[in-house]
């Protein structure tokens, strides 16, 4: 087999296995500087190493996105085992654009710590790969425990870099968001347990399949179980009243940390829409739509609350894990309202969203790091070094988290609620989604005035210098990147309406992943567990 036809093979599975083999490689290696020259040397192979794998990383998402763009899925079935029985990952057009947007965050993230940041604690780019690992994982595997599996992951990963660079703030979180997790896990364990005894299958397409035919009593222990599925997916995605977390967690965390965590909501997100828009979706007999009644309501509630919260933070960047929570709800609630066009009118505005909070975050660094003993609090301090070049980011970065045209926010906005057409909650997401983009709009600007132009004129001048080319660099390219969401605005959409449609056709994946067995729903048969036997004489 030649080198190329080896790649292609197992191209799927390559987001996973680089970064597994990276962190191990650094694991090896060590990456903690300390103040010898040997470790100085270490920590600078580490940081060529991870970054090299992260850039590998983002041509292979970059290249699955093409391809899935054709409409061609991928199915990799690990050990050659068949669907339903063995490992298999897929990638469609929905786990190719998480890939590829992940990567888009990790790159400048990494570079961005590569400044600095990877050096106030240990096996930090180590940790870093792991959590991509598990990201990736999350985005392509085609079965609910492997999702687990892979939850675990980059969860074990976030808990150690959460504390990176310690402090007691960081600590008191940390075993918060620790506890809060574990029980969010042992629920996914319950949620998955009883899906499969009813079910006889943990395997996506499979379940797409036989969730129809259970009925009766049978589908009410089903939709239980989905619902616990919608508990630990809200919890991750920081649904309210499940999101009360997030803004205490992210706003403690390192910038490079929260930046890349900006990414780790949308795995909830995507498991929503995976399992309850597909497996649970419109075609799911007695099960079918089981959450419509709850996630609309629910999301609009936290883009709400999110926004309060903004306009209340302060701190910056307490103000951009809010706005957080305020993006997950309007992409939720775009969700929720059970349509291609809304699906693809989510993704856009996920992928911009995404982009630009990790750079808030990432800004929110820069502008505390020039305001002295202020720091990142919303009160006048001395000016800042950079006015007029960290001004513009987060103006740029304001406009368009509130929705202003010409740039994504406001295309992704107008999307949805075009989506929401003839819809019983339509006056109710209008209202809620043109009223957080404004106060969310009022909350960056009164940061903004605070931070550049309400400076104390009876404090020091600035002694901070600008921030160095490399943090800029990779401030701004997050910021750019949502941009370009604008200037290619056309082709992406097509993409988000490409994958929309292809989440709701449900026979084809089954029959890519599942083969033959796949192909007329009429061959699949409702599980039943065998009733237990005795032995004679007992």
């Given at each position: 087999m030649s080198l190329t036809s080896l790649f292609e093979t197992h191209l799927a599975v390559l987001p996973v296995l680089i970064p597994a083999l990276t962190a191990m490689l650094l694991l090896l290696v060590g990456d903690h500087g300390g103040s010898s020259a040997h470790g100085h040397?270490?920590?600078?192979?580490?940081?060529?190493?991870?970054?090299?794998?992260?850039?590998l990383g983002l041509l292979l998402a970059a290249r699955l996105a093409l391809e899935a763009g054709s409409g061609e899925l991928r199915v990799y079935r690990m050990g050659d085992w068949p669907a339903?029985?063995?490992?298999?990952?897929?990638?469609?057009?929905?786990?190719?654009?998480?890939?590829?947007?992940?990567?888009?965050?990790?790159?400048?993230?990494?570079?961005?710590?590569?400044?600095?940041?990877?050096?106030?604690?240990?096996?930090?780019?180590?940790?870093?790969?792991?959590?991509?690992m598990g990201l990736a994982g999350a985005f392509v595997t085609g079965d609910l425990f492997n999702l687990f599996v892979f939850f675990e992951v980059l969860l074990i990963a976030s808990y150690v870099l959460l504390v990176h660079g310690q402090g007691r703030?960081?600590?008191?979180?940390?075993?918060?968001?620790?506890?809060?997790?574990?029980?969010?896990?042992?629920?996914?364990?319950i949620g998955v347990?009883?899906?499969?005894?009813?079910?006889?299958?943990?395997?996506?397409?499979?379940?797409?399949?036989?969730?129809?035919?259970?009925?009766?009593?049978?589908?009410?222990?089903?939709?239980?179980?989905?619902?616990?599925?919608?508990?630990v997916?809200?919890?991750?995605?920081?649904?309210?009243?499940?999101?009360?977390?997030?803004?205490?967690?992210?706003?403690?965390?390192a910038a490079p940390v929260a930046a890349l965590f900006a990414i780790m909501t949308k795995v909830g997100v995507y498991s929503i829409l995976r399992v309850h828009g597909v497996v649970f979706g419109a075609d799911a007999g007695d099960s079918a739509l089981m959450v419509q009644p709850w996630l609309l309501p629910l999301a609009l509630t936290t883009s709400a609350v999110g926004v309060i919260g903004a306009m209340a933070a302060q701190t910056l960047p307490r103000l951009v894990a809010w706005l957080t929570v305020a993006s997950v709800g309007t992409v939720l609630a775009a969700i929720g309202l059970f349509s291609a066009a809304a699906w693809s009118a989510a993704l856009y505005y996920m992928a911009n969203s995404t982009l630009?909070?990790?750079?808030?975050?990432?800004?929110?660094?820069?502008?505390?790091?020039?305001?002295?003993?202020?720091?990142?609090?919303?009160?006048?301090?001395?000016?800042?070094?950079?006015?007029?070049?960290?001004?513009?980011?987060?103006?740029?970065?304001?406009a368009s988290t509130a929705?202003?045209?010409?740039?994504?926010?406001?295309?992704?906005?107008?999307?949805?609620?075009?989506?929401?057409?003839?819809?019983?909650?339509?006056?109710?997401?209008?209202?809620?989604?043109?009223?957080?983009?404004?106060?969310?709009?009022?909350?960056?600007?009164?940061?903004?005035?605070?931070?550049?132009?309400?400076?104390?004129?009876?404090?020091?001048?600035?002694?901070?210098s600008g921030a160095s080319p490399r943090l800029l660099a990779a401030t701004l390219s997050l910021l750019l990147a949502s941009v370009a969401l604008s200037v290619f605005a056309a082709p992406f959409h097509r993409y988000t309406d490409d994958a929309a449609a292809q989440l709701g056709d449900r026979q084809a994946y089954a029959r890519a992943v599942l083969g033959a067995q796949g192909s007329a729903t009429d061959t699949v048969k409702p599980y039943r567990a065998a009733p237990p036997t005795r032995e004679p004489g007992r």
């Open positions: 040397r270490r920590l600078k192979w580490a940081r060529r190493i991870a970054l090299a794998s992260t850039a339903p029985y063995g490992i298999v990952l897929v990638v469609d057009r929905l786990s190719a654009l998480m890939l590829l947007l992940t990567s888009l965050v990790a790159l400048p993230t990494l570079w961005y710590a590569s400044g600095g940041w990877d050096a106030h604690g240990r096996y930090f780019h180590a940790l870093f790969q792991f959590q991509l703030e960081r600590f008191r979180v940390g075993v918060q968001y620790v506890v809060l997790n574990l029980a969010a896990s042992a629920l996914f364990l347990a009883l899906i499969y005894a009813l079910t006889g299958t943990l395997n996506l397409a499979d379940l797409a399949l036989r969730v129809p035919l259970v009925t009766g009593p049978d589908a009410a222990v089903l939709q239980a179980a989905g619902l616990l599925l919608l508990v997916f809200g919890f991750k995605a920081a649904l309210m009243p499940l999101a009360m977390w997030l803004p205490a967690t992210y706003a403690a965390a630009v909070i990790a750079g808030l975050f990432l800004l929110s660094e820069l502008v505390a790091a020039q305001r002295g003993d202020t720091a990142d609090r919303l009160e006048p301090a001395s000016p800042v070094a950079q006015p007029l070049l960290l001004g513009l980011m987060l103006l740029l970065a304001a929705g202003l045209p010409p740039l994504p926010g406001f295309l992704g906005k107008l999307m949805i609620l075009q989506a929401s057409a003839d819809h019983a909650w339509q006056a109710a997401l209008w209202t809620v989604v043109l009223m957080v983009g404004f106060f969310s709009l009022v909350a960056l600007a009164r940061a903004g005035s605070i931070l550049f132009w309400h400076v104390r004129s009876d404090g020091p001048e600035s002694a901070a």
